[in-house]
């Protein structure tokens, strides 16, 4: 069974940081890129982070020197790191892996709140 469980969201006081931790299981890991995405209320999803099994990363303009997306193979493992989080921030982050080519296919997880508050 496909799943994509994420984790370490939460609420926090702008400036702070939090990680991201998303665990893949039910497909073979190696053979996807790997991405988060964010939805704030009322908004479209958006594509954050991305990183491919190279390790070669990809960020939206406005996270960028601010987030960072690590991949561990050996845990089937996708990590987000935000620091210097801002109240725009605040969304469900959702887990994504997809795989290119003849057999495409991609997975979702159940998302993480995170909330950017004073």
């Known amino acids: 069974q496909v799943q994509l469980v994420e984790s370490g969201g939460g609420l926090v006081q702008p400036g702070g940081s939090l990680r991201l931790s998303c665990a893949a299981s039910?497909?073979?890991?190696?053979?996807?890129?790997m991405s988060w995405y964010r939805q704030a209320p009322e908004k479209e999803r958006e594509l954050v982070a991305s990183i491919i099994s190279t390790g070669s990363t990809n960020y939206i303009d406005s996270v960028k020197g601010r987030f960072t997306i690590s991949r561990d193979g050996a845990k089937n493992m996708v990590y987000l790191q935000m620091n210097s989080l801002k109240p725009e921030d605040t969304a469900v982050y959702y887990c994504n892996a997809v795989r290119l080519g003849p057999k495409m296919s991609t997975h979702w997880g159940q998302g993480t709140q995170v909330t950017v508050s004073s």
């Open positions: 039910g497909f073979t890991y190696s053979l996807y890129d």
